[in-house]
């Protein structure tokens, strides 16, 4: 393409081979590691990571180590929706709304908001109306808490929503609404979305909601494996239970 033509800028070239360094198995790296693994002089290094850090495509941890940072998830997440929206993640989602008798959508993080993007009704009678595209908040409801999870977010909460693969509540983002939801992921461990499960509170119980759990993660799971573009993610997957955002 003749858009793709003529001189490139070497100080994005070398940001981005930052972000390449990263592997499957990395969750965080030093300096002197990155310096090695880019061929770049350590202080140039330290520049760009901090710009990077800046933009949130960084992060330096308390070991003063660097990691990938939420935009780097993110940016990658709306990458990959685009090819798998309609043709990966939506037959999976029928699937487990008729196996559940509920309704089910895919929540993704948008800026400060999580959207749904996808909905499907399971045939429940008091489901009531699903907005696509209607910005909600991170922060209350399981599937925002999930994606808050699952790109980093410190915190109790966060850390044991990361232990256990899934999060439940009642009540919380909207009265009268209750759901369960689990992480999906692409490649490189790439968190991309998360998949509900929405009940009336009014027939809610913990219990309730937990039984739904074994159905959900198994289609969680074939999603990530599905979405996953190389192999390392998939070998990583298999062996994890719960715990995948590497720490």
Known sequence: MAELAGPMVEAVTRALAILDA??????SLRLTELARRTALPKNSVLRLARTLAAGGYLSMTEQREWRLGPAAAWLGARYQVAFDLHN??????????????????????????????????????????KRVGEPMPMDRGSPGQVLLAFSGRQGALYDTIRKHGYHLTIG?????????????????????????????????????LRGYVPALVAATTKLSRALAQDQASITKLKHSSAAWFPT
Do not use: C, K
């Open 172 to 208: 919380e983002a909207r009265r009268g609404r209750a759901s369960v939801s689990a992480p999906v992921f692409g490649s490189r461990w790439t968190i991309v979305g998360a998949i509900t499960i929405g009940v009336p509170a009014a027939e809610a119980t913990e219990s309730l």
């Open 88 to 129: 990966t993640i939506e037959p999976e989602m029928r699937s487990l709304a008729q196996a559940t008798g509920r309704s089910v959508s895919y929540f993704v993080h948008d800026g400060h908001s999580r959207i749904r993007l996808l909905h499907v009704h399971g045939g429940d009678a008091n489901a009531g109306v």
């Open 22 to 27: 990263f592997t499957i198995d990395d969750a």
